[in-house]
């Protein structure tokens, strides 16, 4: 799924702005401010307003709080010359959320709480509305969210958090999510045949079974594999080449009507596909019951496996294991990325997107210079301020060259190398400020990925290069598919639960059929079995609010 600016003229210019105003008097101080220093020139500098932050959400960087670096990182330096700002850290290790509720209870909380769900610290009014301080400190945040702060709005209109990893107003992701992935020597071995339509898949994996029943061991060759993780592998992957949105479990109908996806008029097509290449000995028996470690040591690492259907990142990293292994051909053993359709089928909706994001940013009631943290949380939304967060300032691991955003040759062969993220982190300190109000989806007006270390041009990754080409197109907008059930009473509940249950455990028994007879008796018991056990009132709650948010994201009352 990443899983998202208005930069300056080039980012040099920034760097020469940042010299600038760090001797320049700030207009952010605070009241009762320390006197101003004085710098070597005699020029008097104000102190820098500090903010107290928390993160109760996790994915920070994996160093201490304690750390200097926290408070000394490039990033952190960079902030203060541009905006006399600076943070003042913590970090929740374990389980956040019970800290963080002990912290809220002792009223002893910061200026700013990253967390997962607001919800609490909006009823318990810790979280200031937030409305006035964009409109006046927040025009490019704005911009940035585009109608997606309509759905950050609570009943009474206000909006109490911000959030990270959304899709900015009018950008497009890069190529991520769930594919067909063929591996690249058996395919071109075979001429590389289209694989555009489920048709093509079937003749493609007869002819793999037909060539290559044994690997050079001579264990046997599974034509298509996969492995049994919540079924997030075995179907999310099959159902979204059909379009359902992928990881949803839902399909949405032309009338904006939800329901479940074996309620599609493709479902019953997909599940006879998977019947067919299970009777026909197409796909590993055992990628309906084995877990993921089993699969990748039993049949991906042992080079077992010709085809997959899952997310793309399933298969990426094998190529190390087979050259290591120094397998014959290893270099060519990678898996390549197909997207293909079914004749009853939507557009393929492989990788669900939100403009809402996710997570969650507040300002508290205990802020003493709310002005300020909105401004810092609008300049992190731009271009200048959101590539700062991603990769660190310029002139560490990247320059401006060629027009562009570019790694430094030195830091990129660490990359590619493998170099373990938290070094560079702790020498440019990258992500340290992402999850604030960032994002990492689209790309920026260079034509770059945002983490510039992920680009795979910039790194001339090829296979990524491949992977983007194919699986860029089929990105789905998911924006009111989140939170259908908020608001659901206890009743509608379980029944979702029960449904989805019966959803998971009892599409085996159409996959796994012994005929094509059984196969479609198997898929009517399977439909009529989700509305016994509440489906129909479950589709009826989700559509109601999934309407109810499409009129929100438009501005409609």
Known sequence: MKRYQRFVKPVAAAVISFMVLGACSNNLATEGAEPAARNQEGATKEEPIVLSIVNSAGGTPSFPTGDPFWDNNP??????????????????????????????????????????????????KIAIPLNDLIDQHGQDLKKKYGSALNL???????????????????????????????????????????????????????????????????????????????WGSPYFGMIAMAGSPADSKLYIGKDGSVQYWPKAPWAQEVLQFYNKLYREGLI???????????????????????????????????LKTYTDAKLPNAENMYFQNAVFKFPSGDKPAVFSVSKKGTGAIIITDKCKNPEAAMKLLNYLTTEE??????????????????????????????????????????????????????SDLGK??????????????????????????????????????????????????????????????????????????????????????????????VEAYMTKMHKLYENRLAGKP
């Open 385 to 438: 301020g959101n590539l700062l967060a991603m990769n660190g300032p310029e002139g560490i691991q990247w320059d401006m060259a060629g027009g562009k955003p570019t790694l430094k040759k030195s830091y990129l062969d660490r990359w590619i190398a493998g170099e373990k993220q938290v070094n560079i982190e702790k020498e440019t300190g990258m992500g340290h400020y992402a999850r604030l109000v960032g």
């Open 152 to 230: 950050l709005k609570q009943s009474d209109g206000k909006i109490y958090h911000l959030t990270n990893s959304y899709l900015p107003e009018g950008a497009a992701p890069p190529g991520y999510g769930y594919s067909l992935q063929v591996r690249k020597d058996i395919y071109e071995a075979l001429g590389s045949p289209k694989l555009e339509t489920s048709d093509d898949v079937y003749n493609y994996l007869k002819r793999v079974k037909e060539n290559y029943p044994k690997t050079h061991d001579g264990q046997t060759m599974y034509p298509l594999s996969g492995f049994n993780r919540n």
């Open 284 to 318: 590993d028996p055992e990628a309906f019951t084995q877990d993921y470690a089993t699969w990748q040591k039993s049949k991906l690492y042992p080079a077992r496996v010709a085809a997959h259907i899952g997310g793309w990142n399933q298969t990426y990293d094998v």
């Open 444 to 537: 920026t007006s260079w034509g770059t990925y945002w983490i510039l270390k992920d680009d795979p041009i910039a790194t001339n990754d090829t296979r990524a290069q491949q992977r983007d080409k194919a699986l860029s197109p089929y990105w789905y907008d998911a924006t009111t598919l989140g939170d259908l059930m908020v608001g659901a009473d206890t009743d509608t509940l379980n029944k979702q639960q029960a449904v989805d249950k019966r959803l998971y455990e009892n599409a085996f028994s159409v996959i796994l059929a012994k005929s094509e007879a059984e196969c479609l008796a198997e898929f009517e018991k399977f439909v009529n079995n989700l509305d016994a056990a509440g489906a129909v009132q």
């Open 75 to 124: 990033v952190a330096k960079a902030l203060e010359e541009k905006l006399n700002i600076k943070l003042k850290w913590d970090v929740y290790s374990g389980v956040g959320k019970d800290k963080l509720n002990v912290t809220l209870a002792s009223g002893d909380y910061p200026d700013l709480i990253m967390l997962s769900d607001p919800a609490r610290v909006i009823a318990d």
